[in-house]
């Protein structure tokens, strides 16, 4: 359980609200391939997590820290938490679609279940919650959900966003425009609650959260630094290691590390350093499992950090032409 004070205050904003959230589970991508063989999923590896069942984060909602187009992050301090080793300040990245950030949660599973991953090349995430605001309301007396302002807001969707790749393609088994195929033979994604869910008959009164560690800048486009970009094509490498395509490699996802990190848990042992930079935002990413039956897969992954530095890494390149062409 997650509670969050200030995530909402009455009309006149003289009183503030705390929302209570609950941990859910994740939503598992369908295993996804260039090559038509795919072999069975592994399905061990491929479910959610299991939810803990006790334990309690307590924080106080503080600035926003930007918005994006599948969500807004907002800086949190942690007031109490019954686990240790919780810092003293987490981003929380709220969700614009709900069922997209229960994928992108399940992705931040896989790499903590991967070695050289979470803390290393990508923030450490401490759970995704889901809460719902006419309780929080109820809690505080009003009368109706309408009697509280929600904080967290978004930037308006824009247009020239790419297409989420699950909504075109994780149901189909092969998705002809991309020349991609998506498996789901042991009904992992099928299964889970957040498959048939749809934000929309919703009213809007869901609210989920993803807790981050808390990254700095993003990466200042369109400057090229060769240092910098030397560094982010070897996160983007180990990333490939794990058969995860994230698929929206640019500057904006692709954060500075905070010096006050802890250099000893964050060491990669592949390039024997700490990088200084974390790839975010995995709402499109997704997973193929390397056997030898399919070495294109394995190429293709690498191949992600030739991406790094290009026009759509700089911002300078449309998304949606970028897609198409890959
Ligand atoms: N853990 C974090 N630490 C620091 N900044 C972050 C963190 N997560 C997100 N941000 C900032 O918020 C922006 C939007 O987050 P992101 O996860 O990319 O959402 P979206 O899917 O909406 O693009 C990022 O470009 C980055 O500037
Ligand atoms: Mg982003």
Request: overall charge negative.
């Amino acid at each position: 359980m997650t509670t969050i004070h200030g995530i909402a205050s009455s009309k006149d904003g003289s009183t503030l609200i705390s929302g209570q959230f609950t941990r859910r589970e994740a939503f598992p991508a369908p295993m996804h391939s260039s090559c038509l063989r795919l072999a069975p999923t592994p399905v061990d590896q491929w479910r959610p997590l299991p939810i803990p069942t006790d334990g309690h984060l307590e924080l106080t909602l503080g600035d926003r820290i930007h918005g994006g187009t599948s969500g807004t992050a907002y800086l949190a301090d942690v007031v109490s938490s019954t686990s240790t080793g919780m810092p003293p300040r987490v981003v929380v990245k709220f969700a614009r679609q709900c069922r997209t950030l229960a994928r992108e949660a399940w992705f931040y599973e896989q790499l903590s279940r991967e070695s050289n991953c979470e803390g290393v090349i990508a923030p450490k995430c401490y759970g995704f919650f889901v809460g719902w605001r006419k309780d929080w309301d109820a809690s505080q007396g009003g009368d109706q959900c309408s009697d509280f302002v929600f904080k967290p807001t978004h930037n308006a969707p824009s247009s020239e966003s790419p297409p989420l790749w699950y909504d075109l393609a994780d149901d189909e088994l092969f998705n002809p425009d991309f020349w991609l195929y998506f498996c789901d033979d042991a009904g992992i994604k099928r299964e889970s609650e957040w498959n048939t869910f749809n934000d929309d008959d919703d009213d809007g009164d869901i609210a989920a959260i993803l807790i981050l560690e808390v990254l700095g800048d993003f990466y200042p486009a369109p400057m090229i630094d060769e240092e910098a970009l030397g560094d982010i094509k070897e996160i983007v490498t180990d990333l490939a290691y794990t058969g995860i395509r994230h698929y929206d490699i640019r500057h904006a996802n692709v954060v500075r590390r905070l010096e006050s990190s802890d250099k000893e848990t964050s060491f990669c042992y592949r390039h024997q350093k700490v990088h200084d930079w974390r790839i975010i935002d995995f709402d499109r990413a997704t997973r193929t499992l390397f056997t030898k039956k399919n070495p294109r897969d394995m190429q293709a992954c690498l191949d992600q950090a030739n991406l790094v530095g290009n026009e759509y890494f700089m911002g300078t390149l449309k998304p949606w032409v970028y897609n198409v062409q890959y």
